[in-house]
């Protein structure tokens, strides 16, 4: 046994000793009892919603930059009737900033009644820099897929990811919280009338990156039951100019040693340069010193006692824990950097020429060889689908091929050509099913529900009716495992087969 899977061994036996909580604070389905106290949520037709409900201690003052501290003890009933704050962040995802470190909080949706039902714990996306757990409403999937849904905020940007040659546990804070909040439902989601043993760790984008994570982290052995990763994979990796112009090739898991080197240059710039007093100086600094540099820690780091190996490499060799899978992308992800690639407009055809060059150089004959300019509508479009398939498409692809040879996969691309909307501003191009559309099927979003057509909805439906299944039993009727080589694609009124690798060039750009 390796040092990895004893460490998993022993995390799995301690979790496995924890108690349950009562299942029900009495007849009043408002009212549950949390390991902390009592909480009243709010009644919302078919379900039951409690907002705000703290999981861990405000890692705030000498808490910043450590690992999540038990929340504490309360007395009397706690309302959990409105969101807690976001974690700090600037505008973007979110109408509004956040300036809070007292963020870690959860919401929990519950069909009413008090059975044991599966568990949803969804992890928001958003570029590990921004998003929420309160942004998505989550009725409509508990409701109609019969589980409970957590939805939870994690630290974020610097205050999540930050790094530093004398800070234990550099780079992983919000992987941490994650993990804690992951616990937190294993012990009190039964008052909820959910099932302490049937839970799905799920997520999007940061949220399906932090999923894949958690399968390779030893600590977070014993913590969930299966795992959905939406548009985010261990293989996650980028080239030059992908995103946007001046953009560095990188993965999404950084060596710890880096994020620490950067970590102590910032440290210096802001004035925390003496490494003997360096972190105390840190963590005596405001949230808005902070916040110039929030965007400078977005990724969580490997080499790390959370993620020993890149998750990657651990996923290569079989070293993650063995729960089945459903992962799969947008059949257009790229569409959403694209269209606003210049200033905020579409790419250029010369744009096009430049940056093709400047990323490919000497294979970029190859590349538009692959991509011929004349199958495409505009530049625009072409430079999508290479950004699609390099980056997202193909390294899901890589993922859940490794994951297949250990453990049950189940593999979908969602390929609605007019999915709905993200953002109330006409698009600059066409954006078919774009980076985060999918998210329509299971959330309403930010407030709104989604402007379906009856067909988008019938959709809407086979999906949550598909992922709940999966959550609760690990396996979806009629839908073959990834080892044979099947990915689902869904699109209103078109579920069929699609060879996901050859749609997407994989075999090209392996």
């Known amino acids: 046994?390796?040092?990895?899977?004893?460490?998993?061994?022993?995390?799995?036996?301690?979790?496995?000793?924890?108690?349950?909580?009562?299942?029900?604070?009495?007849?009043?389905p408002s009212l549950a009892r949390t390991e902390t106290g009592l909480v009243r949520g709010t009644v919302d037709g078919d379900a039951v919603v409690f907002r705000g409900i703290p999981y861990a201690a405000p890692p705030v003052g000498a808490l910043r930059w450590r690992d999540p501290a038990p929340a504490q003890r309360w007395r009397g009933v706690r309302d959990a009737t409105r969101p807690a704050p976001a974690c700090a962040q600037h505008r973007g995802e979110l109408p509004e900033e956040s300036r809070s470190e007292d963020c870690l909080y959860l919401n929990v949706t519950a069909p009413a009644g008090q059975d044991r039902r599966p568990v949803v714990v969804w992890l928001h996306g958003g570029g590990f820099y921004m998003g929420a757990g309160g942004s998505y409403d989550?009725?409509?999937?508990?409701?109609?897929?019969?589980?409970?849904?957590?939805?939870?905020?994690?630290?974020?940007?610097?205050?999540?990811?930050?790094?530093?040659?004398e800070l234990k546990g550099s780079g992983t804070f919000g992987l941490?919280?994650?993990?804690?909040?992951?616990?937190?439902v294993r012990r009190n989601i039964g008052a909820f009338g959910g099932d302490p043993g049937n839970v799905t760790v799920a997520g999007q984008s940061a949220g399906g990156i932090s999923a894949c994570a958690h399968l390779t982290s030893p600590s977070a052995a014993g913590l969930f039951d299966r795992a959905i990763m939406q548009s985010g994979s261990c293989d996650l990796s980028w080239l030059d100019?992908?995103?946007?112009?001046?953009?560095?090739?990188?993965?999404?898991?950084?060596?710890?040693?880096?994020?620490?080197?950067?970590?102590?240059?910032?440290?210096?710039?802001?004035?925390?340069?003496?490494?003997?007093?360096?972190?105390?100086?840190?963590?005596?600094?405001?949230?808005?010193?902070?916040m110039p540099v929030q965007r400078k820690f977005i990724k969580p780091a490997y080499g790390t006692?959370?993620?020993?190996?890149?998750?990657?490499?651990?996923?290569?060799?079989?070293?993650?824990?063995?729960?089945p899978v459903l992962a799969g992308n947008?059949?257009?992800?790229?569409?959403?950097?694209?269209?606003?690639?210049?200033?905020?407009?579409?790419?250029?055809?010369?744009?096009?020429?430049?940056?093709l060059a400047a990323t490919f150089g000497d294979d970029e004959a190859a590349v538009r060889a692959e991509y011929p300019?004349?199958?495409?509508?505009?530049?625009?479009?072409?430079?999508?689908?290479?950004?699609?398939?390099?980056?997202?498409?193909?390294?899901?692809?890589?993922?859940?091929?490794?994951?297949?040879?250990?453990?049950?996969?189940f593999q979908y691309e969602y390929a609605d050509p007019q999915a709905p909307p993200l953002s109330p501003l006409p698009p600059t191009m066409p954006m078919g099913a774009q980076h985060a559309s999918d998210l329509w099927s299971l959330f309403d979003l930010g407030g709104m529900a989604p402007p379906f057509t009856a067909g988008q909805q019938r959709l809407s439906d086979r999906i949550i009716e598909d992922w709940t299944t999966f959550a609760e039993t690990g396996r979806i009727p009629g839908w073959p495992e990834f080892d044979t080589g099947y990915t689902r694609s869904l699109a209103p009124g078109d579920i069929r087969p699609v060879d996901l690798a050859a749609e997407h060039h994989c075999g090209f750009w392996n």
Not at 258 to 276: F, K, W, Y
Not at 306 to 315: E, F, G, I, N, Y
Request: aromatic share 10%.
């Open 1 to 28: 046994m390796n040092g990895w899977q004893r460490c998993a061994a022993v995390v799995a036996v301690v979790f496995g000793l924890v108690g349950g909580v009562p299942a029900s604070a009495g007849t009043d």
């Open 373 to 409: 300019r004349s199958d495409y509508d505009s530049a625009a479009l072409a430079w999508s689908a290479i950004v699609t398939d390099r980056k997202w498409a193909c390294s899901q692809y890589a993922t859940s091929r490794k994951l297949a040879r250990h453990t049950r996969v």
């Open 241 to 290: 100019n992908f995103e946007y112009r001046g953009e560095r090739a990188a993965s999404i898991f950084p060596p710890v040693g880096g994020v620490e080197e950067q970590g102590r240059r910032v440290a210096a710039d802001l004035g925390c340069g003496d490494p003997t007093t360096a972190l105390a100086c840190l963590r005596g600094l405001s949230v808005d010193a902070l």
């Open 138 to 165: 989550a009725t409509r999937l508990a409701a109609r897929g019969d589980v409970v849904v957590v939805t939870v905020n994690y630290r974020l940007g610097v205050f999540g990811f930050f790094g530093h040659p």
């Open 305 to 323: 006692p959370v993620l020993p190996l890149h998750p990657a490499d651990a996923v290569r060799r079989g070293w993650f824990h063995r729960v």
């Open 176 to 184: 941490r919280d994650q993990q804690a909040a992951l616990g937190w």
């Open 330 to 355: 947008t059949r257009n992800e790229a569409t959403s950097s694209t269209s606003i690639y210049d200033g905020g407009q579409a790419m250029s055809e010369r744009t096009y020429d430049a940056v």
